[in-house]
């Protein structure tokens, strides 16, 4: 037996006999002390026949009960033995069974009603005219509150039963059918008994005191108080629960939990909008899985953009600052090293290349084989820039000598009017930027390989930055670069603006065309 079994089954077949008993004992005395009778002879023997009959009924009637209901039971438990997720049938008997033993307290009340009347025909029809009205209100008060207990207890076994795949459509009542049922036959029965036992007294069929009167009154009105505040806390409870784990997991979404997920254990609309629950969030977390996944693809910044504005294949112009960062010798040293050491050492060279990017809110647009394409003003704007790509320039290379010594790079930086978008086809596309600084930062990567600095920047770049940046860059001559009719005036940092470890004056061409090589 299941540890859900031990703590369910007791419970449950007490709670379902105890119903039953109680509300037996409860009609019994109604009609033996409180209820006005009409007068009939040895009014003694006739109570003393209906206890006897009463007990023997109960005493057959309650085993009947427990076998049937085991019964109906028994497919539900050996599901739960068998530790094997429900399918669609099983589904259907675990909510069904609190409907199916429904049936048995109808049946069982249904036999106890007629023979009480039978019984009591002999004696006088009007008695037992009072005693089959009085038996079949409370079986009907009885049998509700059996069904909603029933469906309460059972609530555990259903959220297992529906962790697998809920039902598109659910078998059980709405809710708005059950919370009328349950008003209607937990206080509306005692109100309809109260009135009945008015129009007898009204009739003449009834002989009643003043007192008994009073007696009758005060018990029925307590019963409908007592039992229709029971069964409307049973329903109350059945839905405050499940909205109430509902608006605990809203609150954890909101938060930025898409893990959490809400048991589906309620076989109406209710369960639906539960399981409704749960693909909602898995849908968010997938979502935000693949905005994740997109967002380490191409940047978050680019992400957020194209989750913000959508896809749109194109460009605009942008003022940019451009940097670009490529290692030395990247041949040689795949040569060397065996392929997984050489990846663990480029997965460390871009850590140190995207952090420094990112803390000046730039974005690494395109990693390229062993080399990298920076850029500060796109997709988002960028009040400096300028500033921006040379600070980074300059962390950047300072952290690779302290972090990773036994690797060389150049660091070029420009600056202009690019054009940024996407660029490729509906189906296969990229965000990308193209313009002269980028082919210029290029040249000044390959240049910056030759030059003991290691960082080339275009002079315009210092000029357009703002202090104290720009005092930390000194002129460095002027370049004839490939592709170009001018010569371009360059920039390093100063030796005191950022301490460099000596370089060889010599350094082998790099693999890659325009700082673009690969490994």
């Keep these: 037996m299941s540890d859900l079994e031990r703590r369910l089954w ?33 009014a003694g023997g006739v109570a003393r026949t209906n206890l006897i009959v009463f007990i023997a009924y109960l005493a057959v009637s309650i085993p009947i009960g ?34 199916r033993e429904l049936v048995v307290h109808v049946v069982l009340w249904t036999i106890g009603t007629v023979a009480f009347t039978v019984l009591n025909t002999g004696y006088s029809g009007d008695l037992a005219l009072v005693v089959a009205i009085s038996a079949f209100l409370g079986g009907c008060g009885t049998c509700t509150f059996a069904y909603l207990l029933a469906q309460r ?140 996944l997109f967002g380490r693809q191409v940047g978050e910044e680019v992400a957020d953009h194209a989750l913000e504005h959508g896809i749109v294949l194109g ?8 940097l670009f960062i490529d290692l030395v010798a990247s041949t ?34 395109k990693l390229v084989g062993d080399a990298a394409l920076c850029v500060f003003g796109a997709p988002l704007e960028h009040k400096d820039s300028a500033g921006a790509a040379l600070r980074s320039a300059r962390r950047m290379l300072a952290e690779l000598r302290a972090r990773m010594p036994e690797v060389d790079v150049g660091i070029g930086v420009s600056a202009g009017t690019v054009v940024a978008g996407n660029v490729g086809t509906a189906e296969r596309f990229e965000y990308t930027v193209i313009g002269d600084p980028v082919n210029e930062a290029a040249r000044l990567t390959e240049l910056a390989k030759h030059r003991p600095g290691r960082i080339l920047a275009a002079a315009r770049v210092v000029e357009r930055a703002g202090e104290p940046e720009a005092s930390a860059w000194e002129p460095a001559g002027a370049e004839q670069l490939r592709g170009r009719a001018e010569p371009t005036r360059l920039a390093t940092p100063r030796t005191s603006a950022q301490r460099l470890t000596p370089a060889t004056s010599e350094a082998p061409q790099s693999s890659s065309e325009d700082g673009g090589g690969t490994l």
């Design 66 to 99: 427990v076998v049937w209901v085991l019964r109906i039971l028994r497919p539900v438990r050996e599901w739960l033995q068998s530790g094997l997720p429900a399918n669609e049938t099983q589904q259907r008997q675990v909510l069904l069974t609190p409907a």
């Design 153 to 292: 207890l059972l609530r555990p076994v259903a959220a297992l039963a529906l962790s697998s795949s809920p039902p598109e459509r659910p078998p059980l009542p709405g809710i708005t059918t059950r919370v009328l049922l349950t008003w209607s036959l937990g206080t509306g029965v005692p109100i309809l008994g109260l009135a009945l036992v008015g129009l007898g007294v009204l009739t003449g069929r009834l002989d009643a005191s003043a007192d008994r009167l009073a007696a009758t009154a005060l018990f029925l009105g307590s019963v409908g108080l007592i039992v229709g505040l029971l069964v409307m806390l049973l329903i109350a409870r059945s839905l405050a629960g499940p909205l109430g784990a509902l608006r605990w997991a809203m609150g954890r979404v909101r938060r930025g939990d898409t893990e959490v997920r809400v048991a589906v254990d309620d076989g109406s609309e209710l369960g639906l909008v539960q399981a409704g629950f749960n693909e909602m969030v898995a849908g968010l977390e997938e979502r935000e899985r693949l905005r994740d």
């Design 332 to 365: 040689e040293l795949a040569h060397r090293r065996p392929p997984t050491e050489v990846v663990d050492l480029l997965n460390r060279f871009f850590d140190v290349v995207v952090d420094a990017v990112s803390s000046e809110g730039g974005t690494v647009n």
């Design 315 to 322: 460009g605009e112009e942008r003022d940019v600052a451009v």
């Design 10 to 42: 007791l419970p449950y077949t007490a709670g379902m006999i105890g119903a039953n008993v109680i509300g037996a004992a409860i009609i019994f005395v109604f009609i033996r002390f409180i209820l006005p009778l009409p007068e009939v002879e040895d």
